[in-house]
C-alpha cells in the first residue's frame, strides 16, 4: 500500500503517541549519545527475569506449547492464576478469571466490551498515561480526578475528588494502587473511604489495576477487594507478570 493510499480512522486522531515512550526514547537517545542516564519512564523493573522461570518457558517450548489454548487461557494457568488469587485472599470461582497477553490487553478488552459513546472513567491523578488513550479510544471521556498532595508522601488517593468527579454517565473507576507514575501506595484507610464513595454509587464500577503489587519496600495494604469483598461482582481485578517477573 503506499502511504498516499492509507488513511487512520478518525477514532485515531483522539490519541497521541505516549509520553512515556517518547522520553523513554530520548533517554535511550541520550545514552546511545554516551549520557549517564537513569531512566525512570517505562515501568520496568531492573533485574533479569529469574533463570527458574526462563527455564520453564524453554520447556513449555520444547514440549510444543505453541499453540492456541482455549479461550480463556489454559486451564493450568487459569488453576494457578486460582490459587495465587486464594493466597492473596481471594476466592474466585475459575470462570470468572481470564488470560490475556498482558494487563493492558484486558484493561483494552474491558473498556471496550462496556463503554458506550461519552460514558466516564474517573482516573485518579496522577495517572498511567495509557488509560487516557484507552479511554479514548472506545468511545469513553476520561475524567481526572485530582490526588491531594502530601509533602512528606507525595501525592495520596483522594476518596472525595473521586465522589466529586462521579456524574450519572460515570462508568468506571480505574484504581492503580501501587501507583504508576508516583509509586505511592494506598493505605487501607484510604481505600476503605474509596470503597464507602462505591457502596453510595451502585452504578460505578471498579477496575483495580494491581500489577504493581508485588513492588512494594515496607507496609503492605490490603488490595481493596480483600478488605471489601462487597464490590467485588462489579469489579475487575487486573493483574500480570510484566512486572514482578
Ligand atoms: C499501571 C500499569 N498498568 C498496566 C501496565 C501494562 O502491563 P502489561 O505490560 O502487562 O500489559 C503498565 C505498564 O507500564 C502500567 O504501568
Known amino acids: 500500500m503506499s502511504p498516499s493510499s492509507l488513511r487512520v480512522a478518525k477514532r485515531l486522531k483522539s490519541i497521541k503517541v505516549s509520553p512515556i515512550l517518547t522520553l523513554s526514547q530520548r533517554a ?7 549520557r549517564d542516564i537513569i531512566d525512570l519512564t517505562v515501568g520496568e523493573p531492573d533485574f533479569d527475569t529469574p533463570d527458574d522461570i526462563k527455564a520453564a518457558a524453554k520447556a513449555a517450548i520444547d514440549r510444543g506449547q505453541t499453540k492456541y489454548t482455549a479461550l480463556n487461557g489454559a486451564p493450568e494457568l487459569l488453576a494457578a492464576i486460582a490459587e495465587r488469587m486464594i493466597d492473596r485472599g ?44 484507552m479511554v479514548r479510544l472506545k468511545g469513553g471521556e476520561p475524567v481526572a480526578a485530582p490526588g491531594r498532595h502530601d509533602p512528606r508522601s507525595g501525592w495520596r488517593l483522594d476518596a472525595r475528588a473521586i465522589e466529586a468527579a462521579i456524574t450519572p454517565r460515570t462508568r468506571w473507576l480505574i484504581l492503580n494502587t501501587p501507583n504508576n507514575p508516583t509509586g505511592v501506595a494506598a493505605t487501607d484507610e484510604e481505600l476503605a473511604a474509596v470503597a464507602d464513595v462505591l457502596r453510595r454509587h451502585p452504578q460505578v464500577w471498579l477496575m483495580c489495576d494491581d500489577i504493581y503489587e508485588d513492588l512494594v519496600y515496607g507496609r503492605r495494604a490490603r488490595p481493596l477487594l480483600v478488605s471489601h469483598p462487597d464490590l467485588a461482582e462489579r469489579a475487575l481485578a487486573v493483574n500480570g507478570a510484566s512486572k514482578a517477573y
Open 28 to 34: 535511550r537517545d541520550l545514552r546511545a549519545a554516551g
Open 90 to 133: 481471594m476466592n474466585l470461582a475459575d470462570q470468572s478469571i481470564i488470560a490475556c497477553a498482558g494487563a493492558k490487553q484486558v484493561i483494552s478488552h474491558a473498556l471496550e466490551a462496556t463503554l458506550e459513546d461519552g460514558d466516564e472513567v474517573i482516573l485518579p491523578a496522577p495517572y498511567w498515561t495509557s488509560y487516557l488513550d
